[in-house]
């Protein structure tokens, strides 16, 4: 986990140095509220200028008005719950654990977060620099590399992939035909020939040396 709070107009001016130095991380900024843009936070260029300029990690946050279950869901990543624990089961990002915290710095009251996703990282490209395409990433998802369930999809996430594309390619791939089946099809030219073949082969989550294999048997 990272150490973070979150400030707002509320905690008007931060010696976010202190701050720095009582072993925070991150600070999430509220930039705004509502859904106009006039009501922007009258401390947001204030606090993310001396953030960043004290090294610690920035981001920045608009507290919506949520109307729907749906529209509530989008914005699922961060969560507060007060208490020991996060009972929450559903996918996040961010817990909020305190609304009551003290910090060097801050004046009054303060946010604290924890966050299981290093998102500094990830918006810096701190990943593979080779991008991995669904299906690729499908067989890691079932060789057990990705984790299972929230897990999965809050570590695919963020790596910066679109979970359900990767799970619709899992779904797919547990129900693929038999390197026999496959066989017979290369052999009817369902597959294509050369590389073409063995490009078709590997998107579909296929051993094309497996495949091969078996067609020269069979021939």
Known sequence: MISGIDVSEWQGHVDFNAVKASGVKF???????GRSASQEDRYFAEHYTQAKAAGLQVGAYWYSYAISPADAQRYAIWIAEYGSRCNYSGNY????????????????NCD???????????????????????DELAVEVLNGQWGNGADRQRRLTAAGYDYAVV?????????????????????RGYWGNGNERILHLKQAGYDPIQIQKRVNQLL
């Open 112 to 134: 604290l977060d924890y966050a299981y996703i290093d998102y500094a990282a990830v918006i810096n490209k701190k990943q593979p620099a080779t991008r991995k395409d669904p």
């Open 27 to 33: 600070v999430l900024i509220r930039a705004g509220y």
């Open 167 to 187: 799970q619709e390619k899992v779904n797919q791939l547990l129900n693929r035909k038999s390197v026999d089946q496959i066989a017979r099809e290369v052999i």
């Open 93 to 108: 990002g961010i817990w909020q654990h305190s609304s009551t915290g003290s910090i060097p710095g801050v004046s009054g």
